[in-house]
Antibody, heavy 123, light 108 residues
Framework: QLHLQESGPGLLKSSETLSLTCTVS??????????WAWIRQPPGRGLEWIGS???????YYNPSLESRVTISVDTSKDQFSLKLRSVTAADTARFYC???????????????WGQGTLVTVSS | SVVLTQPPSVSVAPGQTASITCGGD??????VHWYQQRPGQAPVLIVF???DRPSGISERFSGSNSGNTATLIVSRVEAGDEADYYC???????????FGGGTRLTVL
């Protein structure tokens, strides 16, 4: 059974770099039929896609965050990671990692999510 | 790019039917997916590819998509359906993901 688990510091100071890792178990990232993604949710607000990565390293980012975000993948460990630079209090959110699977129509949806990890940025 | 618009809230009495809409320019030509997020929990996929349900999801959840509006229907609403619901689509021209703003379903 697929399981995704986020890990990383829960408290940062403004201007620091947020670093999170998602460990995948029950499936292999290198199988190459899925994208892997990060999503965030500020307290009391909606979901925001941060970016996605393929096992080969090809990545796509939300244009609103692209200048500060890097997503990388380590297929040998079945992990993918998020770095968000120059954080501010506005980046305080629960961060989720998730798997994207393709449907019959050729479009992707999130079929499995991690439990999420709360990251607080203090000013 | 497409912007997905959802009503902030929908209220319905137990046993009745709730309709949650997701509006966007010509989204009927794309595939829309729906997630349920109960308080304090991660989102769960409840409808994908406009109208398909993952294994284990109640048949009370159904979807449709045409023109500029996709709709999630929750039939015979129960207290346990009270949650936030999000629509999502994949923009195949950019490989970007879009979420709607979310709808809070309140069971009266």
């Amino acid at each position: 059974q697929l399981h995704l688990q986020e890990s990383g510091p829960g408290l940062l100071k403004s201007s620091e770099t947020l670093s999170l890792t998602c460990t995948v178990s029950g499936a292999s990232i290198s199988r190459g039929i899925h994208f892997w993604a990060w999503i965030r949710q500020p307290p009391g607000r909606g979901l925001e896609w941060i970016g996605s990565i393929y096992y080969s390293g090809i990545s796509y980012y939300n244009p609103s965050l692209e200048s500060r975000v890097t997503i990388s993948v380590d297929t040998s460990k079945d992990q993918f990671s998020l770095k968000l630079r120059s954080v501010t209090a506005a980046d305080t959110a629960r961060f989720y990692c998730a798997r994207l699977s393709m449907d019959r129509s050729g479009y992707y949806h999130f079929d499995s999510w991690g439990q999420g990890t709360l990251v607080t940025v203090s000013s | 790019s497409v912007v997905l618009t959802q009503p902030p809230s929908v209220s319905v009495a137990p046993g009745q039917t709730a309709s949650i809409t997701c509006g966007g320019d010509n989204i009927g030509s794309k595939s829309v997916h729906w997630y349920q997020q109960r308080p304090g929990q991660a989102p769960v996929l409840i409808v994908f590819d406009d109208r398909d349900r993952p294994s284990g999801i109640s048949e009370r959840f159904s979807g449709s998509n045409s023109g500029n509006t996709a709709t999630l229907i929750v039939s015979r609403v129960e207290a346990g359906d009270e949650a936030d619901y999000y629509c999502q689509l994949w923009d195949s021209s950019s490989d970007h993901v879009l979420f709607g703003g979310g709808t809070r379903l309140t069971v009266l």
